[in-house]
């Protein structure tokens, strides 16, 4: 039995590891809902405290919104009880974001997580009024800002964010996916709940002070990583750094090309359900396998052939 962890034993609102979902597909490429269902599952029994769906490891931009729905509808039935289930709902576009976020609530989503408008780069104005319409459109449920400025070009100054928190009650929460822990710090001064957006960035964001992260490494890793929040919950510094440091293979090898198509090569050894990825992404090449397939049997996760 699956329990949903008690928010009055973590201050992260949405649990402490939370796993950016690869979407499964079958192997035409098209949606594998029964698939995202066992996947979820699998997670949520393997250290993921919730789930972000339809994100950047989710092929976000190769999905329909039809795609979309079914797959958050699907997850939220099958795990909802037992984890925080966030929608990935943002784009370049105001308007279609705030027609998602609007369906995503209905569903019943827990939250949404909210990219940096990408392409268009707005100014800061136009960034706060994409990320206030938004809000109203989630029925009172909160929003993640995700800052990941190597994907949109542009980045969620500490300050912008600060005044998001003010002027934007539901913005409660930030992925951030940049190395500046002073920006970090910025942002938890703020007042803002900070998640690691980089599996790297878990251990330094947990050491200021941040509650957890928004994960691809969980997939795989999960039950390590969520030990690693509850090493520096305990205050044994010396122990969380020596199980990061045993970690980073798996984190490298995790990126050795374009995310997702490394995890879902991970998933698939593991005989999970994963399928392929979608145009423009091709799947993993032999030699991506190989670092990967390696690191994973040198963590003991994977039999050697």
């Given at each position: 039995m699956i329990e949903r962890v008690s928010r009055s034993e973590s201050s992260a609102p949405f649990g402490r590891i939370v796993t950016a979902m690869v979407t499964p597909m079958h192997p035409d490429g098209s949606l594998d809902l029964a698939g995202a269902r066992n996947l979820a599952r699998h997670l949520v029994a393997h250290g993921s405290e919730g789930l972000v769906l339809a994100g950047t490891t989710g092929e976000a931009p190769t999905l329909t919104d039809d795609e979309k729905l079914a797959l958050f509808e699907a997850v939220l039935d099958e795990v909802g009880d037992a984890a925080s289930v966030v929608a990935s709902t943002g784009s370049y576009d105001t308007a279609h974001s705030v027609h998602m976020t609007r369906e995503?609530?209905?569903?019943?989503?827990?939250?949404?997580?909210?990219?940096?408008?990408?392409?268009?780069?707005?100014?800061?104005?136009?960034?706060?009024?994409?990320?206030?319409?938004?809000?109203?459109?989630?029925?009172?449920?909160?929003?993640?800002?995700?800052?990941?400025?190597?994907?949109?070009?542009?980045?969620?100054?500490?300050?912008?964010?600060?005044?998001?928190?003010?002027?934007?009650?539901?913005?409660?929460?930030?992925?951030?996916?940049?190395?500046?822990?002073?920006?970090a710090q910025a942002l938890l001064d703020a007042g803002l709940v900070l998640y690691a957006g980089n599996d790297d960035l878990l251990l330094p964001f947990l050491e200021l002070g941040g509650v957890g992260g928004i994960c691809v490494a969980s997939h795989v890793i999960g039950r390590e990583l969520l030990q690693l929040c509850e090493l520096v919950a305990a205050g044994d510094l010396k122990a969380a750094r020596s199980l990061d440091a045993e970690l980073v293979p798996v984190l490298e090898a995790l990126a050795v090309t374009t995310n997702p198509i490394p995890v879902k090569a991970a998933v698939a050894m593991l005989g999970l359900p994963a399928g392929p990825v979608r145009l423009p992404l091709v799947d993993a090449?032999?030699?991506?396998r190989d670092v990967v397939r390696v690191a994973l049997e040198r963590r003991g996760l994977l039999v050697r052939a």
């Open positions: 995503a609530a209905r569903i019943g989503v827990d939250a949404v997580l909210v990219v940096t408008p990408y392409y268009s780069k707005p100014p800061p104005e136009g960034i706060l009024r994409h990320f206030a319409a938004i809000a109203d459109a989630t029925g009172g449920r909160p929003v993640i800002a995700y800052n990941i400025p190597q994907r949109c070009v542009v980045n969620l100054e500490p300050e912008l964010l600060a005044r998001l928190a003010r002027e934007v009650p539901l913005v409660t929460s930030v992925k951030q996916a940049t190395t500046d822990l002073g920006e090449d032999e030699t991506e």
